[in-house]
């Protein structure tokens, strides 16, 4: 415990770091509620999956334990996936209706 | 102060100054870039916090690929900027004042129940014994052991979806595809 790193991870640190992960979900959170359009709604979801990702590594060092690292990269390939699949729905979506705002899609409003 | 509590401060303001322009630039490249630098600060701060194949994971697969890909769609679309002139909902001066307290409510209650003691989260870590030293934690090597003896059948698992993923797509290209062949 003589490291200065070590004593502030440990630490003042875990404070600062929960809070840096509280404010990204949150700010990833609005955004994706806010903005208007579905390419800003999955770079907030990628976000979100980022925020999660810290407090898993951080977690993982606080208790010296490797299944937080390892859970993060099985989220690495989640959002991976998540992406691919979610770019090819998008550019369906904007051949047929010409926009990605969410406003105009409007056929199943009822 | 340490040059590494100092960065690790400064990667973590990044990370939400990135975020911050996700949410307030208009132009959707601005929101890549500022999604990217949230992203390549975060890899610094899982450097400092010793996953080391992770930092370099982030870079390769998030900064590198998943933007990479954000970025080309980007471009492909060429969208019109009638999408972006609104770029809030009418509900944004509402929804995000209430959204933003719970987060404070939250950093709130997560300092009452620390009771205000920076020491607090060094109590807690005493209580699992570390298993290697310091140093060892985190190298490539242990977690590449991990991987593929304890948690092999996660790795297959996780393959799978991704071999899922990969069939998904072709087949909503090949549906695009097949519809205008019909027309």
């Not at chain 1, 003589?2 to 979900?25: E, V």
């Not at chain 1, 550019?91 to 010409?98: I, N, S």
Request: proline share 2%; with cysteine.
């Amino acid at each position: 415990m003589s490291n200065p790193l070590t004593d502030f991870i440990l630490g003042a640190g875990g404070f600062f770091t929960l809070s840096i992960i509280i404010l990204l979900f949150a700010i990833g959170s609005i955004t994706f509620i806010f903005r208007r359009t579905l390419l800003h709604m999955l770079m907030a979801v990628e976000l979100m999956l980022n925020a999660v990702n810290l407090s898993l590594i951080y977690f993982s060092r606080l208790h010296q334990n490797h299944d937080g690292q390892i859970l993060s990269l099985m989220i690495f390939v989640v959002a991976a996936c998540e992406v691919a699949l979610g770019i090819a729905i998008i550019v369906q979506l904007f051949k047929r209706t010409g926009t990605i705002s969410v406003d105009a899609y409007t056929t199943e409003r009822g | 102060m340490d040059f590494n509590i100092l960065m690790y401060i400064v990667f973590g303001v990044v990370a939400i100054a990135g975020g911050l322009v996700l949410l307030f630039a208009k132009h959707p490249i601005r929101g890549a870039m500022g999604l990217l630098a949230s992203m390549v600060a975060l890899a610094g701060m899982y450097a400092i916090l010793q996953a080391h194949s992770i930092a370099i994971f982030q870079l390769i697969i998030y900064a590198g690929a998943i933007m990479v890909l954000i970025i080309y769609f980007i471009m492909l679309l060429d969208i019109k900027s009638e999408d972006y002139l609104k770029p809030f909902s009418k509900l944004f001066w509402i929804g995000a004042p209430i959204l933003a307290l719970l987060a404070i409510f939250f950093i709130y209650k997560l300092y009452t129940a620390i009771g205000g003691k920076p020491n607090a989260f060094s109590d807690l870590s005493s209580v699992a014994a570390p298993e290697q030293s310091v140093q060892d934690f985190g190298g490539i090597k242990i977690f590449s052991k991990n991987l593929l003896t304890k948690y092999l059948f996660a790795f297959e698992y996780v393959s799978t979806l991704l071999f899922a993923a990969i069939v998904a797509v072709i087949s909503i290209v090949q549906l695009d595809w097949k519809g205008r062949k019909n027309e």
